[in-house]
Structures are given as C-alpha cells and as structure tokens.
C-alpha cells in the first residue's frame, strides 16, 4: 500500500494560544481569606477553550496515526483525517459561539447598568438637566472642565447624569472627553463591575484567539487540496458504483 508523501501530508500543529489558561489567568483572585466568587461566564469560556484543546490535540493524533497507517492509501487517509476536522469544528464550534454570546451579552448588560446615572422622575429634574446642558454648551472649555471636576468631586449625580445620558454635541463636549467621562463615572461608582467586565472583555479576546488558532487548524486539515479531491474522487466512484448496480438491476 502507498505511504503518504511528505509533500502532501499537511502540517498540523496546536498553537499554544489554544489553552484554558489564557482565561483561566483573568479569574477573580482570593484576597486573604476570603474565596472570590466565581465568574460563571468567564469559566464558560474557559471551558469551551478547554473542549478546544482537547479536540486539537486529538485530532493532530488521530492524523499522525492515520498518515501513518500503511493498510490505507493516501487518499483514504486525506479523506478520513477531513472529515474528523470538520466534525471537531461542529463541536467546538458550537461551545465557544455559546459561550462567546454570554460573555458578551453580560459586557453589554454591565455598559447598559454602567452608562449613567439614573434619570430624574420628574418633569422639574428633566427641565433642570436640560438647563444643565445649555449652560455647559456655552461655557469655554477650560470653564466646563472645571465645572465637570466639581461635580465629580461633589458626587453631583444630576449634572454629571445631563452629561452621560445626551451625545457628546448637545453639551458641547467632544466625543473622546465625553468617553473619559463616562469611564471616570463607572470607575467611581462600579468598580467591582468594572475590574469583572476587564476580566470577561480579555476572557473573550484570548477566547477569540483560540478559536481563531483552532480554525487554522481545520483549515489545514479540511481544506487541503490534496484532501478535498480525493474526496470528490471517492464521491465520482460511489456515484459510478452506485450507477453500475442500477444498470445490473
């Protein structure tokens, strides 16, 4: 039987950035001691980084021994290695979407708590942020500096409310100053929030990474050329055989 040839076997390797502790890293800290509680989408995604590496390094196995396999021809080898890539990206496909979408629904959930303060309930407190707003727009810059830093030091929620809860043009603040404000509000007031949305925004980053490596992995093992045409090779004499014994029918 035919060995497989150097040239065309693919290479497959699993990146080292295809390993739960990229996440793990970002995990709440004991502080003496107390145990943190844990964070359930950060471990998700962990977890599905986990099932990842796991399905990596079997399938780089399973290829070796398939190559390897001197009872099979090259092409049966392509083929079988193929398709054991393309059933591992189902699966973790499938896990880290899923655990991606948490993570990502509760950073969106922690910016929409986080954006502002809470409105006012009545028309007089809307009227006064209103006035609020034209005041600011007309001041110079150095003067609305001034009065912004007051009201940080003040814990004046309404004026700093007027400037979260309208664009950056309506108050005359610039985008990038507008950002730095918000930023400095929810640094004051959710800080637990804060250091937990930094976790789950590098958990997903270093999740993404992964998933990124891994799909370079499928990549070489089900889309090599060599691969895919002994596929559609196998599919033309099955298709043949399958037309010949109806023939004989």
Avoid: C, W
Avoid at 39 to 50: C, Q
Avoid at 53 to 68: C, N
Avoid at 113 to 119: E, F, L
Avoid at 204 to 221: K, M, N, P, Q
């Amino acid at each position: 039987m035919a060995t497989f040839a150097p040239e065309v076997r693919p290479a497959l390797k699993v990146s080292p950035s295809i390993d739960e502790r990229m996440i793990e890293q970002f995990a709440p800290k004991q502080v003496g001691g107390q145990a943190p509680e844990p964070d359930l989408e950060l471990n998700g995604l962990a977890d599905a980084v986990k099932v990842t590496r796991i399905d990596a390094h079997r399938l780089v196995a399973m290829a070796e021994q398939v190559y390897a396999d001197p009872t099979q021809t090259p092409s049966a080898a392509a083929v079988q290695v193929r398709n054991a890539a393309l059933n591992a990206a189902q699966r973790v496909t499938t896990k880290l979407d899923a655990a991606h979408a948490r993570a990502t629904a509760t950073i969106a959930s922690i910016d929409k708590q986080t954006h502002a303060p809470p409105p006012p309930r009545d028309q007089a407190g809307l009227a006064g942020e209103a006035m609020i707003v034209t005041a600011l727009r007309e001041m110079d810059d150095k003067t609305r500096d001034a009065v912004i830093n007051a009201a940080f030091a003040a814990k004046d929620m309404g004026t700093i409310g007027a400037i979260l809860r309208l664009p950056a043009f309506v108050s005359g603040i610039n985008q990038t100053k507008l950002d730095n404000i918000r930023h400095r509000f929810r640094e004051a007031n959710f800080p637990d929030l804060m250091k937990r949305r930094e976790r789950l925004e590098k958990g997903v980053a270093a999740a993404r990474t992964a998933g990124l490596a891994f799909v370079e992995l499928i990549t070489s093992a089900a889309d090599d050329k060599f691969a895919i045409a002994a596929e559609k090779a196998q599919s033309r004499r099955v298709a043949a055989l399958a037309h010949t014994e109806d023939d004989d029918g």
